[in-house]
């Protein structure tokens, strides 16, 4: 509990000094606004996907609800490409002490990245 209230907090503390504002302006105004959200997805392999979940929804973006769906399933998919960036799959890493490693999840990593593509490729079509 205490890693999210300090996510939160840095979260928080980064939309104070004007960096979210900065990165803000940048993925939803500069650069297509479907390609910062298969960034962003990317990124939550290495950062928890509820912490940047919460910063996008502190920087109230202007973008439709099919791209709000497209941000929750590449955030959502994206934080298991590698174990670090999902908070089930790190409590997992805690618990199995034999059998389950890391590098273990890495093999996995492909069959996750091409899950990921599919999947906006899918969402694409039904939308």
């Known amino acids: 509990m205490q890693f ?3 996510a939160m907090l840095i979260v928080g503390a980064l ?6 504002g900065f ?3 940048y ?3 500069e650069i297509n606004v479907t390609l910062a ?3 962003i997805g990317l990124s939550s392999a290495f950062v928890d996907n509820g912490t940047l979940m919460f910063a996008v929804l502190s920087m109230h973006p202007d973008i439709t609800k099919g791209q709000w769906l497209l941000l929750t399933l590449t ?3 994206g934080g298991s490409l590698l174990a670090i960036g999902s908070a089930p799959a790190l409590h ?3 618990l199995v002490k034999e059998g389950y490693k890391f ?3 890495l093999r996995w990593m492909p069959v996750i990245l091409l899950g990921f593509f599919l999947s906006i490729i899918v969402l694409s079509l039904v939308s």
Do not use: E
């Open 4 to 6: 999210f209230y300090g």
């Open 103 to 105: 590098s273990f999840h």
């Open 15 to 20: 939309d104070f000094v004007g960096y979210l």
């Open 23 to 25: 990165i803000t302006h």
């Open 27 to 29: 993925l939803f105004g």
């Open 92 to 94: 997992l890493l805690g």
């Open 37 to 39: 959200n298969v960034l």
């Open 75 to 77: 955030l959502g998919v």
